[in-house]
């Protein structure tokens, strides 16, 4: 999406959850359902915390979840400076543009009647203790890409998360995200968090049981949905990866081959580096945040 097209979507209501801007694609939005409706059906009850919330588009996701009597606390700079240079930079470089509470309001009052519990504030706040230890089932860490920030962060969710919650890491793995890699895998070896899933975006972990989480994603047919579904070993821990599935070649038709053989050879050629460019582009999965 390009810089004016995300300006426009922050300026108007959306019509519709994709409308938002942001990062959150199909796959995790499939996984975070999945796991918050099993917590649901199994009895399991807590508050949801989002650390990092852009424009909304994951937690209108989980205000879908909330149940009677749960609550959803969003923490984030928006608008606000940042407490440090080195995030301020990141903020600058990234989100200062189109990052405003105002718009995270309106669309997420789109889709839900009241707003969450918004926190704009450096997410370290939130180390204060204002967020109830053991009460929450799940949190979705999004925020800063600094090492010293995310594992802040982490510490955050560990301290939130009840017996056998969830956290979402974000960006656990992008190139240009390598402080959110090394505390990602530092809570793995040295602090028992436990791997559930890894997708292409995020890493599913739990300081609680990891093979229950996975039994419960065993239950859905993901490859139907058009999803792969793997098992990894890390350190004798059992993961599961969940990917996109990269489509077969595209079978042309009769009258799409005979018009390719009728073109002169120069269009000819053209027109099969544009199909080649499209097939590619329908294969890849979705982009990493820049």
């Known amino acids: 999406m390009s810089e004016t097209a995300v300006e426009a979507a922050v300026h108007s209501a959306p019509l519709k959850r994709d409308d938002i801007p942001g990062w959150f694609f199909s796959l995790d ?21 989002e650390l990092g919330s852009y424009l909304g588009r994951s937690a209108v ?5 909330l149940q009677p009597g749960e609550r959803l606390t969003v923490c984030d700079l928006f608008d606000s400076e940042a407490g440090d240079a080195d995030n301020a930079a990141e903020m600058n470089m990234s989100y200062r543009k189109t990052l405003t509470r105002s718009a995270f309001e309106a669309n997420y009052l789109a889709f839900h009647g009241e707003l969450p519990e918004i926190v704009q504030a450096p997410t370290s706040v939130l180390a204060d203790g204002r967020v109830r230890a053991d009460s929450c089932r799940f949190v979705h860490v999004d925020a800063s890409h600094l090492y010293e920030h995310v594992a802040g962060d982490i510490a955050v969710a560990r301290a939130a998360l009840g017996e056998n919650g969830v956290v979402a890491l974000d960006d656990y793995r992008s190139e240009h995200t390598p402080g959110v890699s090394a505390a990602v895998w530092e809570a793995v070896f040295t602090g028992g968090l436990r791997p559930v899933l890894l997708t292409p975006m995020k890493f599913y972990g739990t300081w609680g049981d990891a093979a229950a989480a996975q039994a419960v994603l065993r239950k859905r047919d993901w490859p139907t949905e058009g999803y792969t579904v793997d098992e990894d070993t890390i350190a004798g821990a059992r993961v599961m990866r969940l990917n996109y599935q990269v489509k077969g070649p595209i079978q042309r038709s009769t009258s799409r ?9 120069v269009a000819t050629k053209a027109t099969r580096r544009m199909l ?15």
């Open 29 to 49: 939005r499939a996984a975070f359902s999945h796991l918050l409706s099993a917590q649901t059906a199994a009895g399991v009850t807590g508050d949801i915390l």
């Open 61 to 65: 996701l989980l205000g879908d979840h």
């Open 257 to 265: 081959r005979l018009a390719l053989e009728l073109l002169p050879p």
């Open 276 to 290: 080649r460019t499209l097939r590619e582009r329908r294969a890849a999965p979705p982009l990493p945040r820049a």
